[in-house]
């Protein structure tokens, strides 16, 4: 049998060996594991034999490319801007028809609700409380995880993904925790509770509980729009020409961030209270293949997109009626919504906020998608949640209530660094069976988010730029 393979299991072999010795040379763990695969290379030197001149195979000159050090990391940031830009520019217009077509269906709702002569206020929980945040939260979710998760899924059946892990996992080690965390991470671009459920996958206790404590350091799909929206009203509308591909460089720029913040905390644990050594990863590359198309739309759509889409709207439809009654039961004349904006005011300012938009981050823990439209309802105190034709609209009542450049940097920064929703916690206790770890995975990004905003907010107010 060993007579009979190929030129190409021979160059495979060589080449994964030469990998292994690359990457692992300092701990002795390490050194057992190159150890291993350099008695593998001998042995496959007495056993394999090849025809002519070894040749070096296809995927070992890919891997040459997309794993060496000088192209490694820049080929990785391409990608990611490459995806977010296809995401970005490809869900606005479906994005728009769903919306379009569900905010339709909520007027014929409320003909039928008046045809029944249903009361006002059970009109108002149910079609502009349950049912607008609900269409909110679909038109909102839908079109971008219908288009980032099969790119994902691509990713990950080409083999690419894996060459991910081994080029981030010297860094992970660095920050003691195991390079299997930046799949993960990956895992988290579209949805947090995805990502911690991926936890599985590490071995270790102790380094599963830092990936699932840092996890929510990557922006998830429904924080996305909120990122968007800044981004193309403040930063990206001032070039309209190329305000795609802006858009997509600063969105890059604040998952950059996101990263860098998750191996700060990664190696803050593992030095206090998850103290340890990084385990080895050993982890043999796969080779290139074309993915196949009918499962990659299978499992990015029925088992992402759906699945995800479903635990937001479960958690959604209820937070849809508590808020509507927030906005509309007065303590004299100011909705209960405003009486609570106007408390948190004097916390929001101190870290570039307002009380509004704190608020609105607090009520849309269920759901990071409606942000925003808490946030627009809150400001034109309209009673329930609202949507406008045009980002210059929505510019308009943003900066008419006091945003400036500083703001919108603070809530893009918050909103990237604050707690994780409802699911992510709810998925964070299933996976840790421990309420202690709960609390922490929900107190560390909220201690970061509101120290990052308040040290930005007051050294650009001491040095006199806002």
């Known amino acids: ?26 701990s002795f763990s390490d050194q057992i ?25 296809f995927d070992q000159i890919i891997d040459n490319l997309v794993t060496s050090k000088w192209f490694g990391y820049p080929l ?39 045809w029944l002569g249903a009361p006002d206020w059970v009109h108002g929980v149910l079609v502009l409380g349950v049912y607008r945040t609900l269409a909110w939260v679909v038109s909102v979710m839908l079109p971008p995880m219908a288009i980032f998760f099969p790119l994902f899924t691509l990713l990950e059946d080409s083999g690419y993904l894996p060459r991910i892990a081994f080029n981030l996992d010297h860094i992970f080690k660095k920050a003691k925790a195991c390079g299997k965390q930046s799949l993960t991470m990956c895992m988290g671009f579209g949805c947090n509770a995805a990502g911690v459920t991926s936890c599985r996958i590490i071995d270790s206790p102790r380094e599963r509980l830092i990936a699932i404590l840092t996890n929510n350091f990557v922006p998830c ?31 890059s720029g604040m998952i950059l961030l996101g990263i860098a913040v998750t ?6 644990l593992s030095i206090t209270i998850l103290k340890g050594e990084p385990s080895s990863l050993v982890l043999e590359l796969p080779s290139y293949r074309r993915p196949k198309i009918g499962a990659v739309i299978y499992r990015s759509v029925i088992d992402r997109t759906l699945f995800v889409l479903r635990r937001a709207i479960i ?18 004349e100011l909705s209960i919504l405003s009486t609570v904006a106007h408390t948190l005011n004097p916390l929001g300012k101190l870290i570039g906020l307002d009380g509004f938009i704190l608020m609105a981050f607090i009520l849309g823990l269920p759901a990071n998608e409606i942000v925003m439209p808490i946030l627009i309802m809150s400001y034109l105190s309209t009673g329930s949640l609202q949507d406008f034709a045009s980002l210059e609209e929505l510019r308009n009542v943003l900066v008419s209530n006091g945003w400036t450049w500083l ?21 964070t206790y299933k996976e840790t069976g421990s309420k202690k770890w709960t609390f922490l995975s929900f107190l560390i990004p909220t201690l970061i988010g509101f120290s990052a905003c308040f040290i930005l907010t007051q050294v650009v107010r001491m040095l006199g730029l806002a």
């Open 263 to 268: 191996l700060t905390v990664s190696w803050l």
């Open 407 to 427: 703001t919108a940097v603070n809530v893009m920064l918050f909103s990237l660094l604050h707690w994780p929703c409802a699911t992510t916690l709810l998925t």
């Open 221 to 251: 799909n429904g924080r996305f729009p909120t990122l968007i929206a800044i981004t193309s009203i403040f930063i990206g509308g001032a070039i309209a020409s190329y305000s795609g591909i802006i858009n997509a460089l600063v969105i």
């Open 76 to 114: 990785m940031i391409l990608l990611l801007v490459g995806v977010f830009w296809i995401t970005i520019e490809g869900a606005n217009i479906p994005s728009g028809l769903l919306a379009s077509v569900l905010f339709a269906f909520q007027d014929q709702l409320t003909l039928g609700f008046q």
């Open 33 to 57: 594991v190159a150890d291993i695969y350099g008695n593998a290379e001998q042995i496959t030197k007495h056993v394999l034999s090849s025809k002519g001149r070894h040749r070096i195979g």
């Open 1 to 26: 049998m060993c007579a009979m393979s190929s030129s190409r299991n021979l160059s495979e072999a060589y080449g994964q060996a030469e990998y292994v010795r690359k990457a692992y040379r300092n």
């Open 315 to 332: 958690i959604a439809a209820p937070a849809g009626a508590v808020i509507w009654i927030l906005a509309n039961i007065y303590i004299g």
